[in-house]
Every structure is written in structure tokens, then in C-alpha cells.
């Protein structure tokens, strides 16, 4: 079962930032198109890497101070955080194929 837990301005640093394992956010919007073909994919990512990496969306309509931080300026974007920082280590901006994804986060994770 996908785990990829909804996150906000509220929670963002507790549970991303702060959290015990590295997270890839995903910031994304309900209209936005490759947003809903790019989720099913982080789906099955969250699967394949459970108790490795916290998986979380973050709806850029419902919740701009993140997204304003990160310079978030198109979506999907995808940023990967490391325990304990709050600069990504990772950023995939755009739909990417499950490979390149799964590529980009073992890089940024070695």
C-alpha cells in the first residue's frame, strides 16, 4: 500500500525537515495534469523504498509558504531532503519516468 502522507506549511518542517528519515516532497495541484500522472508513480516509489524514505505531497494551491521558499515555479516538483536540513539535496522539476526518478534518488542518497 502507497504511503505518501499529506504535508503542509503547518507540519512541513516537523515531519520533512525534522523527520527521521530522508523525504521526497512532491508539490503538486489538483488541475495541474502531469501533477496526476507523476502521483501513481510516487506511489509505487514510496512502496519500493518503505522504511528507507518518507514520501509526502504538498498542495502548492492550499499551502504558498513552502512552495515561495523551495522557489517553487512549476509542478510537479520533486525535492528530496536529507534529516535534519532543509536544503534539498535533490530537485526534479516535471513529469519523469519511475527510472529516472528512482536514478535521481539513489544519486542524491549515496
Same mark, same amino acid.
Given at each position: 500500500?502507497?504511503?505518501?502522507?499529506?504535508?503542509?506549511?503547518?507540519?512541513?518542517?516537523?515531519?520533512?525537515?525534522?523527520?527521521?528519515?530522508?523525504?521526497?516532497?512532491?508539490?503538486?495541484?489538483?488541475?495541474? &495534469?502531469?501533477?496526476?500522472? *507523476? +502521483?501513481?508513480i /510516487? #506511489?509505487?516509489?514510496?512502496?519500493?523504498?518503505?522504511? =528507507?524514505?518518507?514520501?509526502?505531497?504538498?498542495?502548492?494551491?492550499?499551502?504558498?509558504?513552502?512552495?515561495?521558499?523551495?522557489?517553487?515555479?512549476?509542478?510537479?516538483?520533486?525535492?528530496?531532503?536529507?534529516p &535534519?536540513?532543509?536544503?534539498? *539535496? +535533490?530537485?526534479? /522539476? #516535471?513529469?519523469?519516468?519511475?527510472?529516472?526518478?528512482? =536514478?535521481?534518488i539513489?544519486?542524491?542518497?549515496?
Amino acid at each position: 500500500m502507497a504511503d505518501v502522507r499529506e504535508t503542509s506549511d503547518a507540519t512541513f518542517t516537523t515531519e520533512v525537515v525534522n523527520g527521521d528519515l530522508p523525504a521526497l516532497v512532491d508539490f503538486w495541484a489538483p488541475w495541474c &495534469g502531469p501533477c496526476r500522472m *507523476v +502521483a501513481p508513480i /510516487v #506511489g509505487e516509489l514510496s512502496e519500493e523504498y518503505a522504511g =528507507k524514505i518518507n514520501f509526502f505531497k504538498l498542495n502548492t494551491d492550499e499551502n504558498a509558504n513552502v512552495p515561495s521558499k523551495y522557489g517553487i515555479r512549476s509542478i510537479p516538483s520533486l525535492l528530496l531532503f536529507k534529516p &535534519g536540513d532543509d536544503k534539498p *539535496v +535533490a530537485t526534479i /522539476v #516535471g513529469f519523469r519516468p519511475k527510472g529516472d526518478l528512482k =536514478k535521481r534518488i539513489d544519486e542524491a542518497l549515496a
